[in-house]
Structure formats: C-alpha cells, structure tokens
C-alpha cells in the first residue's frame, strides 16, 4: 500500500497547477484534439511517424497537457513517487 507523502496544501497547489497546465495545452492545441477530419496543418500529425518526425508534440500542447496530468494525478493520490525515491519529506 502507498503512503501519502503530501501535505494537503501540497495536493491543493498540485491540483490548480496541473489543471491549470491541462487547460493551457488543450487551449494551446486549439482544435485539433476535437476535430480529426481538418487538420491544422498541412501534415497530419496522428499518424505515429508524422507524429514524432515533424514535433507535432511541442506545437500541440500535448507534453504540456501530459505534465498537467501527471501533476493532477499526484494530486489526487497524494503520493510522488520522485519524493519517495529521493527521500524528500517537507512536512
């Protein structure tokens, strides 16, 4: 079983932050997770070597929303696993 190791106002302040950074990626992709059939650009990115060649990554907003989720998740759980491997205890 998993210990929390974060403080409540840790998980608060991990919550806003990563919600925040999941709205921001999805704003920052515009359209594109909604609408599969137009692409925004030239180059479709969901096709897996378009994806990864042509850094459709970055300019989505999809590593942003990514650490968002992670973020959140930590959040949720109270547990960080990096705090537990390093041994950091702010409490």
Avoid: D
Wanted: glycine share 8%; charged share 15%.
């Amino acid at each position: 079983m998993i210990s929390k190791n974060e403080s409540t106002l840790e998980r608060v302040f991990r919550l806003a932050l990563g919600l925040g950074l999941v709205s921001w990626g999805v704003w920052t992709s515009g359209n594109y997770w909604l609408s599969y059939t137009t692409p925004a650009y030239q180059i479709p990115c969901w096709e897996w070597s378009n994806f990864i060649a042509h850094a459709c990554l970055v300019e989505r907003g999809f590593i942003i929303a990514v650490v968002g989720i992670i973020f959140t998740l930590t959040g949720i759980m109270g547990w960080c696993p990096l705090k537990s491997i390093f041994r950091i205890k702010l409490k």
